[in-house]
């Protein structure tokens, strides 16, 4: 977790007196352990692996809750197949809304009448939203907390990694050296804020050939070298599929999503727990 001696902020911030700007988990709340996924550059499947990490760890047992911190652009309702539900709250706590599975997730789209229109907000209002997401949302009990960052290196994603104690940070790429040069930034943010990097995720790694099933990487990025440069592990690749764009159709294609996926989050875990 960050700390003032790493902010940016620290010279004019009026936190700095308690040494920290971490916000206190809300008492009625008991969150074991936090895992945010990041990417950096937007539209590369950020939101695909949290839910799919949140579905894999419930699948094993784990209570599991869903932070969306992408207000602008919240997708996980829709990925998660509840985009028509509501969340509801009372004078003091938000109320998560929970899938059919038990994946409680909080998202702006939540507290929306109509999940297209859009939230003109400037910074500050935003940053405030993730905050109370995180500590006046009633989690209850969660062995583990997701949270989907926003794209880029911003301010919410900043003030995340200020006051959110992340156990650990997976970062999503796609084989493009455009896209590997602007995760490594978001990479070697996360390091200046002291946040335990604990891999990277290659998402759209590469076609699997209808006929031959031979695997077809339809992008030429140089990603060991990437993984080389920044000393960073590589937690596995996902295939541009079907099933992965129809994530809200999960259980019908459960087996083929988990032949992907289970190493993944075998290894994720290990991570977290090692
Ligand atoms: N491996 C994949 N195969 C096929 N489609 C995918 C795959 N990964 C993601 N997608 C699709 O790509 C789109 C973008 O994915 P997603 O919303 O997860 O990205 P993101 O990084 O969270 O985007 P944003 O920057 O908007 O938050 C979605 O329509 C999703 O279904």
């Not at 990041?38 to 932070?67: D, F, H, W």
């Not at 909080?106 to 009448?113: G, V």
């Not at 995340?160 to 999503?172: A, E, H, K, R």
């Amino acid at each position: 977790m960050s700390n003032c001696n790493t902010c940016p902020s620290a010279a004019t911030c009026s936190s700095k007196d308690a040494g920290t700007c971490t916000i206190e988990l809300n008492p009625n709340n008991n969150i074991k352990k936090v895992i945010a996924v990041m990417s950096g550059k937007g539209g590369v499947g950020k939101s695909t692996v949290s839910v799919l990490i949140a579905k894999k760890l419930r699948e094993k047992g784990y209570k599991v809750g869903i932070l969306d911190a992408d207000i602008t652009g919240p997708s996980i309702p829709r990925l998660l197949g509840i985009k028509d539900k509501r969340a509801t709250g009372n004078e003091e706590f938000i109320f998560p809304v929970e899938t059919d599975d038990g994946i409680k997730a909080m998202s702006l789209n939540f507290l929306m009448e109509d999940e297209n229109q859009p939230v003109i907000w400037r910074g500050p209002i935003i940053t405030g939203v993730v905050q109370q997401f995180w500590n006046e949302v009633l989690w209850g009990d969660l062995d583990y907390l997701i949270i989907d960052m926003p794209p880029g290196t911003g301010d919410v994603a900043l003030t995340i990694m200020q006051s959110i104690p992340i156990t650990g940070l997976i970062m999503v790429s796609v084989p493009q050296d455009l896209v590997s040069m602007i995760v490594a930034k978001a990479i070697n943010m996360a390091r200046k804020m002291n946040i335990n990097v604990l891999g990277v995720i290659e998402n759209m790694s590469y076609i699997v050939c209808p006929d031959c099933g031979k695997k077809i990487k339809l992008f030429k990025g140089d990603t060991e070298k990437f993984i080389k440069d920044l000393g960073v592990e590589l937690l596995g690749e996902i295939p541009m599929n079907e099933d992965m764009n129809n994530l809200e159709l999960y259980y019908e294609n459960k087996d083929n999503i988990s032949k992907i996926f289970e190493p993944i989050i075998n290894k994720i875990l290990e991570k977290v727990n090692g």
